[in-house]
């Protein structure tokens, strides 16, 4: 009983809704609709920096960015199967004054990307080619499911997708693994599992494609699993109507379970898009597709990092690194100098001139999870120094403009880079 009452006042004080709202990071309004979010500006940084980290990376590994439209042809859902497969709980069409013309909200971003590889031709030499994009989709959750950030009805995958040949299929497959591991260490989510998703056997009229095409699909994830070997569970009746799967789920501080990462092998979406490439022989080749999304959405990573860390962000995702104190009016101008110094640094801070104690200064920076407080009174501006205080810590001392001004900067960067 004191156990499951711990776990649910840490998991109020930690609901990610109270935290976000608390740090100005989200909203949500009735009038623009429920599962809607809106994002507010340190909201936008915050996800912003998750953004150009994933997309270095990316860039790092070959992939290109792509932008696709947020709305789709409903004939290119019924292409890619999805409209058959979810239609009924999708959002209704949109239709047009063109007679017969019917678009949908974009639920997914793969058949855009589909028509992206298809608008050229490729060689064998040119593959394989990795399309990535920050996609917007909208799935029309029931009411009764929607849950702050975590189940919403608009939310942006760090969707990507790899067209290669199938010698290919295995080594990109592998990685992916290793990018979505990279990726879980330097946010910080040690403890995770795996799960390798596949078709329920007695069920194959729920999939679409040939026996064939699964076998393939499914034997080069167990492979992929076992040369890098991985320890995973096998779940039936868990894949993808188009192809199986490998899930990531991440256990947060309070022991609970999250799915996160994702990595599919698709044989049949080339197929149905009718995708190829001029293989050696100068002959048509299908290509196979691989869907990947190690955040999974912000959204949902974003509320899920929220309550991991109840808000006490690794130093590199704070919108704001540095809040100065002034102690009075009398020390504004002395803050200033400061705050240009840290500016030139590239230090994210800001000033705190309200008239206000410095008591009531301190508690508000603390609520706001600021992770530096620079406290400025009489003795430190005589002598040109800078009293620091560290969020959750308390008083680090005394230092000179210099040194102090250093040991933020290396702190800052020093966290970061052990990262990499």
Avoid at 104 to 115: S, Y
Avoid at 233 to 258: H, T, V
């Amino acid at each position: 009983m004191d156990k499951s009452v711990h776990f649910l006042k840490e998991n109020e004080n930690q609901d990610h809704r109270k935290i976000g709202k608390k740090l100005k990071f989200f909203v949500f309004s009735d009038r623009v609709g429920t599962g809607l979010p809106l994002w507010l500006p340190k909201g936008v940084f915050f996800r912003k920096k998750l953004e150009e980290f994933l997309t270095n990376i990316q860039e790092k590994s070959g992939y290109e960015m792509v932008i696709t439209p947020h709305i789709g042809h409903k004939k290119l859902y019924v292409k890619s199967g999805h409209w058959d497969k979810y239609g009924k709980d999708s959002f209704k069409t949109i239709r047009t004054p063109r007679k017969g013309e019917e678009f949908i909200l974009k639920p997914m971003n793969c058949p855009h990307h589909c028509e992206i590889y298809r608008s050229q031709e490729w060689s064998y030499r040119d593959l394989p080619v990795r399309f990535a994009e920050f996609g917007t989709v909208y799935r029309y959750e029931q009411s009764g499911e929607l849950h702050g950030l975590t189940r919403v009805r608009s939310f942006t995958q760090d969707d990507a997708h790899i067209f290669c040949t199938y010698d290919q299929l295995l080594e990109e497959f592998k990685k992916v693994i290793n990018l979505v591991f990279y990726v879980f260490r330097y946010l910080g989510f040690l403890d995770y599992t795996v799960r390798i998703s596949l078709r329920d056997p007695k069920k194959k009229e729920n999939y679409i494609g040939s026996e064939i095409n699964w076998k393939n699909a499914e034997y080069a994830i167990l492979k992929a699993v076992e040369q890098e070997k991985i320890n995973a569970s096998i779940n039936y009746g868990e894949a993808a109507f188009y192809g199986p799967k490998l899930d990531f789920l991440i256990k947060d501080s309070l022991g609970r379970k999250w799915q996160l990462g994702t990595i599919q092998v698709d044989y049949n979406l080339p197929e149905r898009f009718d995708l190829f490439y001029k293989g050696k022989n100068n002959k048509k080749h299908r290509p196979v597709m691989i869907h990947r999304a190690p955040f999974g959405s912000l959204e949902r990573l974003i509320a899920i990092m929220i309550e991991h860390t109840k808000g006490n962000f690794p130093l590199w995702l704070v919108p704001l690194q540095v809040i100065i104190l002034p102690i009075s009016d009398k020390y504004i101008i002395y803050a200033k100098k400061i705050l240009n110094l840290m500016l030139k640094y590239d230090i994210r801070v800001s000033t705190d001139s309200r008239n206000e104690n410095i008591s009531k200064k301190i508690r508000d920076a603390e609520d706001n999870k600021i992770p530096y407080m620079v406290i400025l009174g009489e003795k430190e501006k005589k002598n040109e120094l800078i009293s620091i205080r560290r969020h959750g810590i308390g008083d680090l001392g005394i230092f000179s403009i210099t040194h102090g001004v250093d040991k933020i900067f290396n702190e800052i960067n020093i966290k970061t880079l052990k990262l990499l």
